[in-house]
């Protein structure tokens, strides 16, 4: 807090100082750290001897020639079939994604136009969907969510289990749009669907966005649904990497895993850098004005 | 707006919900009443040039028949309930009777499958959520002293735990507490004790567990509280410095009580999803030691037998009932604002 009158002494700043580099270290190191280990090999990385092998890369250097390897990577992308599972990713997280938003846009601005009591309690039961854990609704699908195994069922299932957050999302962006610009296009004659074609499509783009991102992130670290849903041959990258992990440790192929761990999250990092203020404010919606 | 265009504008989205979350709700309802079928057996007499053998096996056909006849299973009532898997009224009782003490009662119960994922899930939600809360706010204070300039980055590392999915961050902190990893090796060597491992205890499972909740979860909270403070008035801040309040007064006196509801709302929510915990379970291969309530559920769903639909959906409805305490609170406070603001 920078306030004219708030002289802070160096020790108190050092030690905030010293605080949030200990905070940043045990947040992100880890994930540095399976970066780094990815391209070892797996005696370098679960080091039976000496952990300090990772960073040496003493068995990298005998197994392959280079202190670096690409091996986990080739082989889980390839071997592993682990390109088939970020397609399927990919084919999830976008049908998700664009499903979820034109359902939710149209109910949302709907809920946020509405005065009548109904509306809040149309609000009130997706707040308790919300709150369901998602392995119990799962539950309730029987035979032929169980039986197709296919990714379109999985995606119906996604979009339904992400349509309470993403109507309460908008909801609350939508209550930020004044009324007025809704009101003189209805004055003027519009329909209340060619307002919102012509008054409220073009400005809703910020709050869209938010929401968009996260449905997406909502379908791309899916596991309970995925992992239950699709079998085998068609997963997903998270349920891939749980399957490469194998009932026992020792038995799977723990590279396989370190690298598409690595390979799955790198996406994720790189869209939160370039949408952080995004994701805070939505994040936010929620709490500061309720 | 008129109830028709209401209607129009809100049906795709409510038909997803309706189609997709309340029915399966039902239809868990429905399922928990029912179990699946006994196999029928038949004897069958083999003969061979050595003698006959009288031996049973499971009649698939006649099976296979009254699966297609009562796709549901046999209906159970509350029998699925209070088996030895979910409630165990028996069991309870039979151990009420025999203990000697409470304590070899509660241990007792605590081995039944169910109870123990009570446990469990209680302990997890009990000790994540105030950590949760206290390092959020103390990382969203501390945060806030630091030079504007600098603070874009510094925030994304900070929510770095929270954006991956917890599968994969349990998998990450579990590779390195593992016994061949850095953090576990490293502890071997200053505990001095080649043998020690997380896999073998189950305390140090559940610490570690616990630990990956405020790693995970924690960041949500700074989120959400650092955007609070920045709505903190800053004259009463003022007045209070010039009045001698320290650091921490003014913090307990003037902070605290201004994003008070925002905190309210941050414990809801984290316990709800702390409820709901499962998947660092998978990551953390903690099966053997720690087990959740939704664990349960999945382990019923993944069964390679029989998909026993009946056991999970009773699970499932406690787990819910569960949720629906957790959640009062919340609904009544929604109720009340929406009274005052219309």
Redesign the interface.
């Known amino acids: ?6 002289k ?1 002494s160096n020790s ?2 050092t030690s ?2 010293i ?2 580099v200990i ?2 270290l ?3 190191f ?2 540095i ?2 970066f780094w ?1 990815s391209f070892k090999v797996r005696a370098d ?4 001897a ?2 300090w092998y ?1 960073i040496t890369a003493f068995n990298t250097l005998i197994e392959t020639g280079a202190k670096f390897t690409t091996e986990a990577y080739s082989g889980a992308w390839f071997e592993g079939e682990f390109w088939k599972a970020s397609r399927n990713t990919v084919i999830v997280t976008i049908s998700v994604v664009s499903i979820s938003l ?3 846009t ?6 946020s ?4 009591n109904y ?2 309690w ?8 919300r ?13 032929p969510f ?1 039986q197709l195994q296919i990714l379109p069922t999985t995606i ?2 996604l ?3 992400n ?2 957050f993403t ?1 309460w999302l908008l909801y609350s962006f939508f209550k930020t749009v004044p009324k007025e610009l809704d009101e003189s296009a209805l004055i003027d004659g519009c ?3 060619q307002t ?1 074609r012509h008054i409220i499509m073009p400005v809703m783009w910020p709050g869209v966005i938010t929401a968009g991102l996260f449905s997406l ?1 909502l379908a ?5 649904v995925t ?2 849903l699709l079998n085998q041959e068609n997963h997903t990258m ?1 349920p891939k ?2 399957s490469y ?1 194998g009932t026992n ?1 020792h038995e799977g192929n723990l590279m396989w ?2 690298s598409s ?1 690595v390979s ?2 790198a996406p ?2 790189i869209l ?2 370039f949408f ?1 203020r995004q ?2 404010s939505g ?2 919606a ?3 004005k ?1 | 707006m008129p109830n028709r265009s209401f209607f129009w504008f809100f049906l795709p989205a409510g038909l997803a919900m309706i189609l997709f979350i309340g029915l399966p709700i039902i239809s868990t309802g429905i399922q928990s009443f029912y179990a699946q079928h006994d196999q029928i057996l038949v004897e069958v007499k083999k003969c061979d040039p050595f003698g006959c053998k009288v031996s049973v096996v499971v009649d698939q056909e006649a099976t296979s028949k009254i699966k297609d006849e009562k796709p549901l299973g046999k209906f159970n009532g509350f029998g699925t309930y209070i088996d030895r898997n979910h409630l165990a009224v028996d069991q309870v009782s039979e151990f009420w009777g025999e203990s000697k003490s409470i304590g070899d009662f509660i241990n007792k119960v605590g081995n039944l499958p169910f109870y123990k994922a009570l446990v469990f899930t209680l302990t997890y939600c009990v000790f994540v959520t105030p950590c949760v809360l206290l390092l959020g706010f103390i990382i969203a204070l501390s945060l806030n002293a630091i030079s504007r300039k600098i603070r874009g980055p510094l925030i994304f590392g900070t929510i770095l735990p929270m954006i991956v999915t917890p599968l994969v961050g349990s998998l990450v902190l579990f590779w390195m507490i593992d016994a061949e990893g850095i953090i576990g090796a490293n502890l071997q060597m200053l505990m001095n004790d080649p043998y020690l491992s997380l896999k073998s205890s189950k305390t140090l499972m559940w610490i570690t567990i616990i630990i990956y909740g405020v790693w995970h979860h924690s960041p949500f909270a700074f989120v959400v509280f650092y955007a609070a403070l920045q709505t903190v008035p800053q004259e009463p801040l003022e007045a209070s410095i010039i009045d001698g309040a320290s650091r921490f007064q003014r913090v307990k006196h003037i902070v605290l009580p201004h994003i008070y509801p925002v905190v309210t709302f941050v414990a809801l929510i984290s316990l709800m999803d702390n409820f709901r915990v499962f998947e660092p379970i998978i990551g953390f291969s903690a099966e053997g030691s720690a087990q959740s309530l939704s664990w349960l559920i999945y382990d019923n769903l993944v069964n390679e037998e029989v998909i026993l639909f009946g056991s999970a959906a009773a699970t499932s409805i406690m787990t819910i009932i569960g949720i629906s305490i957790i959640l009062a609170p919340v609904l009544i406070r929604t109720w009340r604002e929406f009274k005052i603001n219309r």
Request: glycine letters at 6%.
């Open positions: 807090m920078d306030y004219g009158l708030d802070k108190l700043k905030n100082t605080f949030i905070w940043l045990i947040a992100c880890p994930f750290w399976t280990g990385f679960f080091s039976r000496d952990w990772a034109f359902l939710g149209l109910g949302a601005y709907a809920l136009r509405s005065t009548k509306a809040f149309l609000l009130i039961i997706a707040l308790i969907f709150a369901m854990p998602h392995i119990t609704l799962v539950s309730g699908y029987l035979f169980f119906v299932v979009v339904a289990i349509q309470p109507l329909s209340y669907f919102f992130m791309y670290n899916d596991f309970t992992a239950l998270v990497i749980q992990l440790q895993a370190v761990v799955a999250t994720l990092f939160v850098m952080q994701i805070i994040l936010t929620g709490a500061i309720g």
